[in-house]
């Protein structure tokens, strides 16, 4: 014995709950005319629809939706790859959520679960030769890519980049980045 055909199952489900639930617009919005919906207040018309083995409806996949769709999950995966690098740099708390809109208790939970210690205090100050290294370094690279001062992202790659080749925390490149633009020294 065949069985009935699960895409009229679903959509009789579908409809069903919208019914129960006053939603008559989404109902009406998958085809149903006034007369079918009010067929399905009856439980054995409903029960035809439901277990016929011919399907009665047909599925149409929106293709600009899907590809968004998939695209933001891909976005999402870029951002906490993202985030957990410049955790692993030594970005404060602050600066992540200034980002990314984290809680506290979020990004506590990803340095957790990327396996950072709990760091207590501030880091360090940089010293005269960090600082005007790191100023060499910075400038040569806002002026080789480009970067307009006012691009706090693309500084935030900039600062990424630096603590990576200079071991420095980001935090500390962050904040004389910061300190730099605001004193009007660019």
Known sequence: MSNPH????????????DLRNGQLRRAKSMGFEDADLDALKHPALASVLANALVSWCCVT???DVVQRLLHQAEDVSQEVVRIDRLLRLGASTE???????LTHQEIALRRSI????????????????????????????VKERGVALTNETAMLDIAADLAESMNLPISVIWSAIGRWIDEGLV
């Open 95 to 101: 600066l992540i959520s200034k980002f990314f809109g």
């Open 61 to 63: 996949v929106n293709r």
């Open 114 to 141: 990327i396996g950072l210690p709990k760091r207590k205090g501030r880091h360090p100050v940089l010293t005269e030769e960090q600082d005007c290294d790191l100023w060499n370094r910075w400038s040569e690279t």
């Open 6 to 17: 699960p895409l009229n199952q679903a959509v009789i489900a579908q409809a069903l709950h």
